[in-house]
């Protein structure tokens, strides 16, 4: 089970890591989830934070029998080289 949440009212995905917020802003549609932004506070960068984040927020929308759509260069790299989530691209 993933430490990813999902933040409905502020429309991300945040993950608290050593009392910062790594978070994922998202706009969901009738297509499915576009990721348009992920951010690391600077204390957690280079650590593999912003990888676990888009990770649980993956399986998130799995979950929820929902697809994603990468808008932010992050999720299309990290889904190129995740080929194991491609039955949830839209």
């Not at 999902?6 to 989830?33: C, H, M």
Request: with cysteine.
């Amino acid at each position: 089970m993933t430490d990813v949440r999902d933040n409905k009212a502020a429309s991300r995905f945040e993950l608290d890591i050593e009392g910062n917020i790594a978070f994922a802003n998202y706009r969901a549609t009738p297509q499915g989830v576009i990721i348009t932004h992920t951010e690391t506070p600077r204390p957690l960068r280079g650590r593999g934070i912003a990888s676990k984040l888009v990770g649980g927020a993956l399986e998130l929308i799995r979950a929820d029998s929902r697809k994603v759509i990468a808008g932010c260069s992050f999720v299309a790299d990290y889904l190129r080289d995740h080929p194991e989530n491609r039955d949830i691209m839209a």
